[in-house]
């Protein structure tokens, strides 16, 4: 594919510092960004990081890279082990999102870094039904939200991206990311769709945007090297779908009982997960194809899927 980068290419073997090295998609990312030759350094409280220290303690985080240096800081950091089901169970992600970043962003400077870039999300754009167009990154991101609780998800999304691309020095890059599916993440559904434990609400049109993990892992190489900064970039496959249709995927490629199918309604005490099941958003991948030179090997979930069953 013939790409047209506006800025030069930085894929020369770099020493990056990775907040988040430890999660799901950190994994990930570290396995590509070693694989395209670059040094990764995680930075968490796990005894797996090099660099050990809470994100929200910024007096640990700079002792902990004090002496160190850095050409790229990259900040991919939640507090999620599991879905987030109710507002509450996304308040220390927010954070993370808040005062981790200023910390991080503190930390790069002091280690010389350049650039920074940031993982961030297309439900950005806000909760709710965007209709059919397809959203692109000059479209308003980080609405205030219609409630307290979507006000404070989203003021986490818009801040960490404002102190990305705002950080003196630093060129800051946002990755807007679907949601999550495939290696080290899909599994963890397996035994409850075999137990017909995983209710698929209906999805009455809504659907969002999936990436399959190793496919958003690439992207991040991509805007480690390639990304202009001040950018956002859209990172997702080409195939929204709804949650009960990602479900029924799941089920069909692994062989398993199909989830049963409950009113989206009964889905509103687990607030956040009704939230996003609710929302209809479709992004447009023109902008990371043409700059970063980035495309998704599985356009859906299905190709995804039944590559995540051919390799188990």
């Given at each position: 594919?013939?790409?047209?980068?506006?800025?030069?290419s930085?894929?020369?073997s770099?020493?990056?510092?990775?907040?988040?090295?430890?999660?799901?998609?950190?994994?990930?990312?570290?396995?590509?960004?070693?694989?395209?030759?670059?040094?990764?350094?995680?930075?968490?409280?796990g005894?797996?990081?090099g660099?050990?220290?809470?994100?929200?303690?910024?007096?640990?985080?700079?002792?902990?890279?004090?002496?160190?240096h850095?050409?790229?800081?990259?900040?991919?950091?939640?507090?999620?082990?599991?879905?987030?089901?109710?507002?509450?169970?996304?308040?220390?992600?927010?954070?993370?999102?808040?005062?981790?970043?200023?910390?991080?962003?503190?930390?790069?400077?002091?280690t010389?870094?350049?650039?920074?870039?940031?993982?961030?999300?297309?439900?950005?754009?806000?909760?709710?039904?965007?209709?059919?167009?397809?959203?692109?990154?000059?479209?308003?991101?980080?609405?205030?939200?219609?409630?307290?609780?979507?006000?404070?998800?989203?003021?986490?999304?818009?801040?960490?991206?404002?102190?990305?691309?705002?950080?003196?020095?630093?060129?800051?890059?946002?990755l807007?990311?679907?949601?999550?599916y495939?290696?080290?993440?899909?599994?963890?559904?397996?035994?409850?769709?075999?137990?017909?434990?995983?209710?698929?609400?209906?999805?009455?049109?809504?659907?969002?945007?999936?990436?399959?993990?190793?496919?958003?892992?690439?992207?991040?190489?991509?805007?480690?090297?390639?990304?202009?900064?001040?950018?956002?970039?859209?990172?997702?496959?080409?195939?929204?779908?709804?949650?009960?249709?990602?479900?029924?995927?799941?089920?069909?490629?692994?062989?398993?009982?199909?989830?049963?199918?409950?009113?989206?309604?009964?889905?509103?005490?687990?607030?956040?997960?009704?939230?996003?099941?609710?929302?209809?958003?479709r992004?447009?991948?023109?902008?990371?194809?043409r700059?970063?030179?980035?495309?998704?090997?599985?356009?859906?979930?299905?190709?995804?899927?039944?590559?995540?069953?051919?390799?188990?």
């Amino acid at each position: 594919m013939t790409t047209n980068r506006s800025e030069p290419s930085n894929n020369q073997s770099q020493s990056i510092l990775l907040a988040g090295a430890s999660g799901v998609l950190g994994r990930h990312i570290t396995r590509a960004l070693t694989e395209a030759g670059h040094k990764v350094t995680g930075l968490g409280r796990g005894r797996d990081n090099g660099v050990r220290a809470d994100l929200m303690d910024r007096d640990a985080v700079l002792r902990a890279v004090d002496g160190h240096h850095f050409d790229t800081v990259i900040h991919a950091v939640t507090a999620l082990s599991k879905p987030p089901l109710r507002h509450r169970d996304m308040y220390a992600t927010d954070a993370l999102r808040i005062e981790g970043t200023a910390h991080l962003i503190e930390a790069a400077h002091a280690t010389g870094a350049r650039r920074f870039v940031a993982e961030s999300m297309v439900f950005g754009y806000g909760y709710g039904d965007h209709g059919d167009r397809e959203l692109a990154e000059d479209d308003a991101f980080g609405p205030r939200g219609t409630n307290p609780e979507f006000e404070r998800h989203l003021a986490g999304m818009r801040t960490k991206e404002r102190l990305t691309f705002e950080a003196p020095g630093l060129e800051g890059v946002a990755l807007r990311y679907g949601a999550f599916y495939g290696p080290g993440g899909t599994e963890n559904l397996l035994p409850m769709l075999r137990r017909r434990q995983l209710p698929a609400p209906a999805d009455h049109g809504h659907v969002v945007p999936w990436v399959e993990l190793t496919d958003a892992a690439r992207a991040m190489v991509a805007a480690v090297e390639h990304g202009r900064p001040g950018q956002a970039y859209n990172i997702a496959d080409r195939t929204p779908l709804g949650f009960r249709a990602h479900l029924l995927a799941v089920a069909e490629e692994f062989g398993l009982p199909k989830p049963l199918p409950v009113p989206l309604w009964m889905m509103r005490p687990m607030s956040y997960a009704h939230a996003i099941m609710a929302s209809t958003l479709r992004v447009s991948l023109a902008k990371a194809e043409r700059e970063l030179g980035w495309t998704p090997v599985y356009p859906s979930a299905r190709e995804g899927l039944a590559a995540l069953r051919a390799a188990a």
